[in-house]
């Protein structure tokens, strides 16, 4: 097993852990620390970034082309998009639709799925993959993985904080892994000169070096 595999699978057992909390349930129906988004529904999302994972490893392999990971998120229309874009009201009412069912319901079903996972994906060959929701393109698995885990890590903060408990700590790989895709990604969007200053000098940093 790669060690993306092995990370993936620990982020996505911390998540898992997360939405098992009580304080998830409690909150159910509130807004969440994320504009427009419920409790219920931020925690669909969530559970979504592993739930597509079962899905894909069952999927043919796609036909579209396989690019980088970097590449994917160039073409990406949801950077930078409004919290009242379409794309982004999809994203909301996808997440309650996963949650439909309840905190309990959800909690068992991404158990499950972790508990799957943790047997097929070890095995899985590292191939093109693709999400429905993206355009005419593909990505190898460990890419896709990288993608999940950085959309684990972001979430489980914004459903910890919105619920009032720890975030989940994740492997140190894990984090390395995020961090150097989220750092490239605001070089990108940035420039190095702004992202080298915010992590080395406050007296010049900018104002933010958000990646999205």
Same mark, same amino acid.
């Given at each position: 097993?790669?060690?993306?595999?092995?990370?993936?699978?620990?982020?996505?057992?911390?998540? %898992?852990?997360?939405?098992?909390?009580?304080?998830?349930? %409690?909150?159910?129906?509130?807004?969440?620390?994320?504009?427009?988004?419920?409790?219920?529904?931020?925690?669909?999302?969530?559970?979504?970034?592993?739930?597509?994972?079962?899905?894909?490893?069952?999927?043919?392999?796609?036909?579209?082309?396989?690019?980088?990971?970097? !590449?994917?998120?160039?073409?990406?229309? *949801?950077?930078?998009?409004?919290?009242? !874009?379409?794309?982004?009201?999809?994203?909301?009412?996808?997440?309650?639709?996963?949650?439909?069912?309840?905190?309990?319901?959800?909690?068992?079903?991404?158990?499950?799925?972790?508990?799957?996972?943790?047997? $097929?994906?070890?095995?899985?060959?590292?191939?093109?993959?693709?999400?429905?929701? *993206?355009?005419? *393109?593909?990505?190898?698995?460990?890419?896709?993985?990288?993608?999940?885990?950085?959309?684990?890590?972001?979430?489980? !903060?914004?459903?910890?904080?919105?619920? $009032?408990?720890?975030?989940?700590?994740?492997?140190?790989?894990?984090? !390395?892994?995020?961090?150097?895709?989220?750092?490239?990604?605001?070089?990108?969007?940035?420039?190095?000169?702004?992202?080298?200053? %915010?992590?080395?000098?406050?007296?010049?940093?900018?104002? $933010?070096?958000?990646?999205?």
């Amino acid at each position: 097993m790669t060690a993306i595999k092995d990370d993936f699978l620990a982020t996505a057992r911390a998540a %898992a852990n997360l939405l098992r909390d009580p304080a998830v349930a %409690a909150a159910w129906d509130k807004p969440s620390a994320l504009a427009e988004f419920r409790v219920s529904g931020l925690a669909g999302h969530l559970a979504y970034q592993i739930l597509i994972i079962s899905r894909i490893l069952n999927s043919p392999v796609p036909e579209e082309p396989t690019i980088s990971l970097l !590449d994917h998120y160039g073409r990406a229309e *949801w950077i930078g998009k409004s919290v009242d !874009d379409d794309f982004n009201v999809r994203i909301r009412e996808g997440g309650e639709q996963v949650a439909a069912d309840g905190p309990e319901a959800l909690a068992a079903l991404v158990d499950a799925t972790v508990e799957e996972l943790s047997d $097929g994906l070890p095995r899985a060959e590292n191939r093109p993959v693709r999400v429905p929701l *993206w355009g005419p *393109w593909s990505l190898l698995l460990d890419d896709l993985l990288v993608t999940r885990m950085m959309e684990l890590a972001v979430h489980s !903060d914004d459903l910890a904080v919105s619920v $009032g408990v720890p975030t989940p700590p994740i492997p140190a790989t894990a984090v !390395d892994t995020v961090v150097d895709l989220l750092s490239r990604l605001a070089v990108r969007r940035h420039g190095a000169t702004n992202v080298l200053r %915010a992590f080395s000098r406050a007296e010049r940093a900018p104002a $933010g070096i958000a990646a999205f």
